[in-house]
C-alpha cells in the first residue's frame, strides 16, 4: 500500500487563480518528481526533487512551480491558473535504491475555466 | 532511454491468462524491463521489472526474450480488478541516478470480458 497522499483530487478554477497542489509521502524517499497527465495519453514529467532543497524541471516544459523544503512534501504552485493548465498531475517518489518502485499519488484533475 | 511498442489495447476473458507484448528493439546492455499498469481515475503502480531472466512475482511474470528485443507480461489469471492501462518502459541502469525520466508510451489498455 502506497502511502502517498495528493490534494485536491478535483479542483476547478477560474483564470488568473493561484493554485497549490499539495503532494505528502510518509515513506521517507529522497526522490519525489511531478507528471502531468492529458486523458488517455502518457506521462511527462515536469518536475523532480533529489531532496530538500533541490528541485529541477523535468522533459516537458510547464510553468508551474515546486518547492521541497521537507522531505515529505513536495507542493507544486500555479501563479496564474489558464485554461491550458487543465490536466491531471501526479506526484511519485522512490527510495534511493537503484531500481527502487515509483510509488504514485492518485492524481489531481485540474480544470481551468 | 531506449524506446518502446505495445499494442494499443487488448481484450480478454476473466479468468483467463493474458499476455501483454512489448517491442523493444533499440534496448542496450544495460536497460531494465519495467513494467506499470494505470487503473481508471488512479495513479499508475508498479508491476514488475527485470533485466535479462524471467521474473515471477505475486502480481505477474515477466518473460524476456533471449536477445531482449522484446517482453511479455503475463497475468496468470486476470480478473476484472486488472482492467487498466499497462506501461513497458526501458531503465538505464547505467544512467546517473539523479532523476528518473522514465519515457512512458501510450501503453496498452487491458478490457477483460465478464
Known amino acids: 500500500e502506497a502511502d502517498i497522499y495528493q490534494t485536491p483530487r478535483y479542483l476547478v478554477i477560474g483564470t488568473g487563480k493561484k493554485i497549490t497542489l499539495e503532494c505528502s509521502q510518509t515513506?521517507?524517499?529522497?526522490?519525489m518528481y511531478w507528471y502531468q497527465q492529458d486523458p488517455g495519453m502518457e506521462l511527462h514529467l515536469i518536475h523532480y526533487?533529489?531532496?530538500?532543497?533541490?528541485?529541477e524541471k523535468g522533459d516537458l516544459s510547464s510553468e508551474s512551480t515546486v518547492s521541497r523544503i521537507r522531505t515529505e512534501h513536495f507542493p507544486l504552485t500555479l501563479e496564474s491558473a489558464r485554461p491550458s493548465h487543465t490536466s491531471q498531475y501526479l506526484c511519485a517518489s522512490r527510495s534511493a535504491e537503484k531500481h527502487g518502485e515509483l510509488f504514485f499519488g492518485e492524481g489531481s484533475r485540474l480544470t481551468v475555466l | 532511454d531506449a524506446k518502446t511498442t505495445q499494442p494499443n489495447s487488448m481484450e480478454s476473458n476473466e479468468e483467463e491468462p493474458v499476455h501483454l507484448p512489448c517491442n523493444h528493439s533499440?534496448?542496450?546492455?544495460?536497460?531494465?524491463i519495467h513494467w506499470y499498469r494505470q487503473l481508471p481515475s488512479q495513479g499508475p503502480e508498479y508491476v514488475i521489472h527485470g533485466l535479462t531472466s524471467n521474473v515471477n512475482n505475486r502480481m505477474a511474470s515477466l518473460a524476456i526474450a533471449e536477445d531482449r528485443k522484446s517482453s511479455t507480461l503475463i497475468l496468470h489469471r486476470a480478473t476484472l480488478r486488472d482492467a487498466a492501462v499497462y506501461y513497458c518502459?526501458?531503465?538505464?541502469?547505467?544512467?546517473?541516478?539523479?532523476?528518473?525520466?522514465?519515457?512512458w508510451g501510450a501503453g496498452t489498455k487491458l478490457i477483460i470480458k465478464p
Open positions: 526533487s533529489y531532496g530538500v532543497n533541490s528541485t
Open positions: 533499440t534496448i542496450s546492455g544495460t536497460d531494465y
Open positions: 515513506m521517507g524517499h529522497d526522490k
Open positions: 518502459i526501458l531503465r538505464d541502469a547505467g544512467r546517473r541516478d539523479s532523476n528518473y525520466q522514465l519515457i
